[in-house]
C-alpha cells in the first residue's frame, strides 16, 4: 500500500504561485507514474499534470501549459506541482496519484493510490 499526503495548498492572488507537495510512504513510488489532478465543485476530477515514472515524459493540461510544471523526487518519494500565474479558474481542491503501471496516463480510472486532496483557492 501506498499513502500519499499532499500540501502546500492555500489562498493566493491571482498571478500569484503555489507549490504543491506529495509525499509519498509504504512503498517507493519510484516506479510509478504520477499524476496531479483537481476537482472545482460540480464538476469532473481532470487530470492537471502526469509524469512517467523515469520523469522523461510529462503531460500537461492545455489550461496549464506554460504555468505549472511537475517534478519528482524519487530519493524523496515526492512529487512536486509548481504553479505560476495562477488564475482563479485554477481553484479547486488538487490530488495526487500514483499509477503502478509506470506509463504515463491520463486517465483517473487508471490511477491506483490517491491523496486526500489539497484546496487552492485563487482570488482575483
Known amino acids: 500500500q501506498v499513502q500519499l499526503v499532499e500540501s502546500g495548498g492555500g489562498l493566493v492572488q491571482a498571478g500569484g504561485s503555489l507549490r504543491l507537495a506529495c509525499a509519498a510512504s509504504?512503498?517507493?513510488?519510484?516506479?510509478?507514474?504520477m499524476g496531479w489532478f483537481r476537482q472545482a465543485p460540480g464538476k469532473e476530477r481532470d487530470v492537471v499534470a502526469a509524469?512517467?515514472?523515469?520523469?522523461?515524459?510529462?503531460y500537461y493540461a492545455d489550461s496549464v501549459k506554460g504555468r505549472f510544471t511537475i517534478s519528482r523526487d524519487n530519493a524523496k518519494n515526492t512529487v512536486y506541482l509548481q504553479m505560476n500565474s495562477l488564475k482563479p479558474e485554477d481553484t479547486a481542491v488538487y490530488y495526487c496519484?500514483?499509477?503502478?503501471?509506470?506509463?504515463?496516463?491520463?486517465?483517473?480510472?487508471?490511477?491506483?493510490?490517491w491523496g486526500q486532496g489539497t484546496q487552492v483557492t485563487v482570488s482575483s
Open positions: 509524469v512517467s515514472w523515469i520523469g522523461a515524459n510529462t
Open positions: 509504504g512503498r517507493t513510488i519510484r516506479n510509478y507514474a
Open positions: 496519484a500514483a499509477h503502478t503501471g509506470g506509463l504515463l496516463s491520463l486517465a483517473p480510472a487508471n490511477y491506483d493510490y
